[in-house]
């Protein structure tokens, strides 16, 4: 069974980059086509979908969030990455990675359990 685990530091500051990393375990990011993707919940808001990256490292961005998210992969350590860049309150959320087997929130079958990032000064 697979699991994903994100890890970050919980408070960034406004126009710094935020950076997250997913550690999965009990299956490999680079076997078996699955999309890894990057979501996140504002505070009384629904799931936003980031991004993803797929099997064979071919990345995907959110249309309204592509100039500001980057993502990543180390295979090696079978870890992904997200980093959102020139952060306002806006982005404070808990973030969430996932493992779905195509792109969007809805496709997700697998979750880490999520981590709260709050931007503030």
């Known amino acids: 069974q697979v699991q994903l685990q994100e890890s970050g530091p919980g408070l960034v500051k406004p126009s710094q980059t935020l950076s997250l990393t997913c550690t999965v375990s009990?299956?490999?990011?680079?076997?078996?086509?699955?999309?890894w993707s990057w979501i996140r919940q504002p505070p009384g808001k629904g799931l936003e979908w980031m991004g993803g990256i797929d099997t064979s490292g071919s990345i995907y961005y959110s249309p309204s969030l592509k100039s500001r998210t980057s993502i990543s992969r180390d295979t090696s350590k079978n870890q992904f990455t997200l980093q959102l860049s020139s952060v306002t309150p806006e982005d404070t959320a808990v973030y969430y990675c996932a493992r779905g087997d195509a792109l969007g929130v809805d496709f997700c079958d697998s979750w880490g359990q999520g981590t709260q990032v709050t931007v503030s000064s």
């Open positions: 009990g299956g490999s990011i680079a076997t078996n086509y699955y999309y």
